[in-house]
């Protein structure tokens, strides 16, 4: 079978510029000739084609090399061009046509391979959608059988890094191509403490800019050594590409203290930005759950059901008696710092579903009996959120929030005022104010979040899915640094004025200048930071989403 460009992506194999390439495998073999290197995944052999040269640099006999070089692939397409490609540089390597999963590590009467001196590679990163049936189960029995625990949503690459590690001796080397997700995603936690407990040593080394051609990931290089573990620390190295690989040396960087949970996603930012958001938001800021709690939405089973619009009220004659009033599913309609009854009031005259059936339990009029009839005709009555509660029709509902929280997001949540006092579905969250907060915070939360430090705070707290969006949950959403209660004062006593003005900016779309402006009264005038770590604040959270949404520009 052909091996097209396609499958290759399908699979998750992007092969590994030159420049990376030849710095791992300069780890990995460290200037030993009798090291022995391994590639779980190698492909076309981009790996052990650059290992091989250095082992010979360094001393390593030709016809030592097949006991040197082990590879494993399981298509053997890319082994038979592998093997062409170190034949044409007079080089050999050990080749296994497998499934790595299959290969049981060194100690078991079945191994085929013996103990590592360094493991390097690129690992395929396939998505837990497609990461699935046989294969997944044997990935995740092979990160078990080394502690490492993963949940179902772990792409292929994580469970492959941990299995190539039980083939390496404990004084070994990692070097290997990973996800920039190592740092930003949930499922990764378990493999970024593994990391520290495995290891001694832990380098990263995080780029600029976009290192494989067709693939829309950034990467990480984790290159690692010594039995662990690790003082709590990694060495940090920040480069635009990998051209600047050369000039770099492996015990160069910055030591940062790692977290004893949590993703590291403010490892993305450069040790200024990082260090003075942590200062800031330590110094001058609060968690959202300080002011109140984050709650889910309205579960139904059925939203295209239960939410309806006023032309479908009116069709099936239903009272508005029998309907809530609700924020329509989705956020797109939240533009400004609140949502008015004014706006629910357009929303309805436009079409928008702005209600949610509520009938009594005992309701027995011919009106709700015909619509009912037409959700039993569509089997809505057999959804499970629909199946468990009686009557199917009768979804539970939530009391009015304080304030609607987007916790799907593409430039970033935002916290709106429910001045309108309508319910709302599972599309958002809502956040209840404590006692002693219903006032002030309801009017100012919303502006004043749309500062800089709070952007950086939901980049760090949340979790980037596919297309560049924002996802936070009640607890991530309860982490939320927003600022403290006496900086919230007294930037609402100076930006009170112009609210509405910058909820017009915002509702157009302007917010760019909304956030500036925050930024001068929250962080400047308030807080007191100097221009220079005010504009740094702003550069922090401009690079961290544009990292997320994957292009060069805010």
Sequence with gaps: MIDTAEARKTRGAFFTPEPIADYLAAWAVDGDP?????????????????????????????EELDDRLF????????????????????????????????????????????????????????RYQQHSGESRKLSAAAALAQGVRLSGLASSWAASVVHACSFLKPEGRLAMVLPAELLTVNYAEPIRRWLLRRFANVHLVLFEDLQFEGALEKVVLVVAEGEGPSPGAFSLHYLRDAEQLSSLGPFDGISVPTKDEGKWTDLLLSSRHRNLFRAVEAEHFAELATYGRPELGTVTGANDFFAISDATREKFGLDEKQLVKISPPGTRHLRGVSFKEADWKALRKAGERVWLLRPSSDDQSDALARYVAVGEERDVHTAY?????????????????????????????????????????????????????????????????????????????????????????PREAARLPVPAPGHLLKAWERIKP??????????????????????????????????????ALADGAASLRARRIGQGST
Excluded at 45 to 60: K, N
Excluded at 72 to 88: Q, T
Excluded at 515 to 525: A, F, G, I, S
Aim: charged share 25%; with cysteine; aromatic share 8%.
């Design 34 to 62: 009798q090291a022995r290197v391994l590639d779980p995944t190698c492909g076309e052999a981009v790996f052990l084609l650059s290992a091989g040269r250095y082992l010979r640099e360094a001393g390593c006999p030709p």
């Design 385 to 473: 959120k629909c199946r468990i509660r009686d009557p199917w029709w009768r979804p539970p509902t939530v009391a009015p929030p304080d304030l609607f929280f987007t916790y799907m997001s593409h430039r970033y949540p935002r916290l709106v005022a429910n001045s309108a006092g309508a319910t709302f579905l599972n599309s958002m969250h809502g956040i209840r104010l404590k006692e002693g907060f219903r006032r002030l915070p309801r009017a100012a939360l919303p502006l004043l979040a749309l500062n800089s430090v709070t952007m950086i705070g939901a980049e760090v707290n949340g979790r980037s899915y596919g297309g560049g969006i924002l996802k936070m949950e």
């Design 498 to 535: 112009e609210a509405a003005k910058l909820d017009t900016r915002l509702r157009g779309g302007i917010w760019t200048n909304v956030v500036k402006r925050v930024d001068e009264v929250l962080l400047r005038e308030v807080m007191g930071l100097d221009s220079a770590d005010a504009d």
């Design 71 to 126: 590879g494993v692939d399981l298509h053997p397409s890319s082994l038979d061009a592998a093997i062409g490609l170190l034949e044409k540089e007079n080089l050999d390597a050990h080749l296994i046509a497998s499934d790595f999963f299959e290969l049981s590590s060194p100690g078991h009467l079945d191994s085929q391979l013996p103990l590592m001196d360094a493991v390097i590679g690129n690992p395929p990163f396939v």
